[in-house]
């Protein structure tokens, strides 16, 4: 086989490599761990990957179209304490203050789709805004303050359903829905024709701000599910909760083999992806590794895969 | 000027004025093509050519002048408008997208639904897409080889044939060709230029665009010069020489028919 047929071999199934390296992970970590492959520690995993993989499904898509979104994280953080002030002390109901905290993920997500696709500002520029804002938003709504102690109806959903956490099953449906809508609908086929020749698909006559509006908002709406399952979780919206996490979405959007440069890459890989970061951030806290380590840990990750990932991905032109 | 062998004109364009910024790059400009006539539009870089068709295909409005279709005053707002006046473009950018299949690129923008029509979350029909596209390219006589291939796999000939058959899905009335063998080696032109005769017999007016004159004089039936944003010559292929359409290109000299 000539090298170029070789090479596309491998593009076309992205999904290889992180799953692959996902069972490596898994090999080295219940070695070096007793505790990793327990019971409890497994359902903590999956608790965690949960909210890594919904920001990743979210970024994967802005990825695809060749964007990026650095707001996911704040995004969650605003998103989470809004409908935690609802709940608690806007005394609102629970179906209503969840459809809130959406609400303000699916505007910050507009506002950054707007800022990309109508006045074109450079989508790391735009989202960065976003990001501050979102931030500034959450502290200012808070007083920098945690809001704690939920209702146990609003708690269940960190609960668990028969072995499996309820947070990953809500994940994964997501997961379902989107791949499907990426590889089946005519939208999925605009966000990689976007992605793979903007320009192309706009003389061809694809309202291509109507897609980039569209990816960023579900961005938006990812990272407030993200912020939903967190409070839960955490029985508490923390001001800083979400910090660092769009490191982490695009981290494993990139592991996941989503081309920074748009137009390759899946949801399924994104998916081992977050379960890369997920198990990795767990095999360092299992061995103790600090906190301040780990995120130099993720961070020469994220500049590993993205450099050898994007060597002869792009097609031969 | 509306008169040419008896027939009409189908599209004219009429005093055309185009500015980037500062640079005026289209001067006025006045443009017509017949149903089943080749009009080759030749000039040097820059002289305007892919300005003018990407006016005529929508891709951005002109500053002044205006676009009649059989008469009747248009007004294009986006690619999509031309399309649904019947002009169909190959742009001189590759447009496929290298990401996606060969039908995936033959019906880019108006794909085949199996529910929910044209909206953007309709499902998509990828069975029809592959039946029609193989249908189309057998009727064109190309061969591709595996459909399945994604755009960025392709020779450039290839390509540009998936490119021409994705502007002649429709059946345009115009198909606008702009520069389409210029990445393409001598055996894929041929090819190119085959089909462009081919068509010509469909009653299809086509505006040929191409740094090779002998290929412009090739299949050309009238012959439009640019020179610098203006037009400077329009001349039957038959009555002008290859060196004389040169000269008025890079211009210098009084226009020698003229
Ligand atoms: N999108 C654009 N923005 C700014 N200037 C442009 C643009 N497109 C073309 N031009 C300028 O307009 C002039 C005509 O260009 P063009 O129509 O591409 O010429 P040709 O196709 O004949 O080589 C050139 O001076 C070119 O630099
Ligand atoms: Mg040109």
């Not at chain 1, 592991?255 to 390759?264: H, K, N, Q, T």
């Not at chain 1, 977050?274 to 990750?301: D, E, H, P, S």
């Not at chain 2, 279709?69 to 006046?85: L, N, Q, T, W, Y």
């Amino acid at each position: 086989m000539e090298p170029k047929a070789w090479l596309r071999r491998i593009n076309r199934n992205r999904v290889l490599f992180p799953l692959g390296a996902l069972v490596l992970l898994v090999i080295v970590a219940s070695s070096l761990s007793r505790h990793f492959l327990t019971p409890m520690n497994i359902k903590n995993v999956l608790s965690q990957v949960s909210i890594i993989a919904i920001l990743a499904a979210g970024e994967a898509c802005v990825i695809l179209t060749g964007g990026i979104d650095l707001s996911v994280g704040a995004v969650l953080a605003i998103s989470g304490s809004v409908t935690a002030v609802l709940l608690k002390w806007a005394g609102v109901a629970m179906p209503l203050a969840i459809l809130g905290g959406l609400g303000v993920g699916v505007l910050a997500g507009a506002l950054n789709g707007l800022m990309v696709a109508w006045v074109r500002i450079p989508s790391f520029i735009a989202t960065l805004a976003m990001m501050a804002v979102a931030r500034g938003g959450t502290l200012v709504l808070t007083n920098g303050r945690p809001v704690s102690g939920f209702l146990r109806s609003f708690r269940a959903i960190a609960g668990y359903a028969g072995p499996l956490p309820l947070l990953f099953l809500i994940t994964f449906g997501v997961y379902v829905l989107w791949q499907l809508a990426l590889s089946h609908t005519r939208f999925g086929r605009y966000v990689y024709a976007v992605g793979g020749n903007e320009t192309g698909t706009r003389f061809v006559g694809v309202n291509v701000r109507r897609v980039k509006l569209l990816v960023f908002i579900l961005a938006g709406f990812c990272a407030a599910i993200g912020g939903i399952m967190l409070d839960a979780r955490l029985n508490a919206a923390y001001p800083t909760a979400g910090e660092g996490y769009e490191l982490d979405a695009i981290a494993a959007a990139v592991l996941g083999g989503v081309s920074l440069s748009g137009g390759v890459g899946s949801l399924v890989g994104t998916f081992f992806g977050a379960l890369v970061m997920t198990v990795l951030g767990n095999i360092l806290n299992l061995l103790k590794v600090g906190a301040f380590y780990q995120y130099i840990a993720k961070g020469l990750i994220l500049a590993v895969a993205a450099i050898s990932l994007s060597r002869g991905v792009k097609f031969a032109k | 000027m509306s008169e040419e062998n008896g027939k009409r004109p189908w599209v004219e364009m009429r005093g055309i004025h185009k500015w980037f910024g500062g640079v005026h790059a289209l001067k006025g400009v006045d443009f017509h093509v017949c149903r089943g006539e080749v009009v080759g539009l030749i000039g040097d870089n820059g002289a305007g050519k892919s300005t003018l068709i990407k006016i005529l295909s929508g891709v951005f409005p002109p500053d002044k002048g205006e676009i009649l279709i059989e008469g009747k005053r248009v007004r294009f707002r986006s690619p999509r408008d031309a399309k649904e006046h019947g002009i169909e473009t190959v742009y001189q950018e590759l447009a496929l997208v290298d990401n996606l299949d060969v039908p995936g690129n033959i019906f880019l923008g108006r794909e085949p639904a199996l529910v929910g029509g044209r909206s953007l979350l309709a499902l998509l029909h990828k069975g029809r897409m592959m039946r029609e596209a193989r249908a189309l390219l057998e009727r064109l006589k190309v061969n591709i080889g595996d459909l399945t291939a994604l755009a960025g796999e392709l020779s450039g000939g290839q390509r540009q044939t998936i490119a021409i058959a994705r502007a002649l899905y429709t059946e345009p009335k115009l198909l606008i060709m702009d520069e389409p063998t210029a990445a393409l080696a001598v055996q894929e032109t041929r090819k190119v230029l085959d089909l462009v005769r081919k068509l010509k017999e469909r009653d299809i007016g086509i505006v040929f665009i191409s740094h090779t004159l002998q290929e412009v004089f090739a299949v050309a039936d009238r012959i439009v010069i640019l020179r610098k944003g203006e037009k400077v010559g329009d001349f039957p292929a038959a009555e002008l020489a290859i060196d004389d359409a040169v000269k008025l290109m890079v211009g210098g000299e009084e226009s020698p028919t003229r």
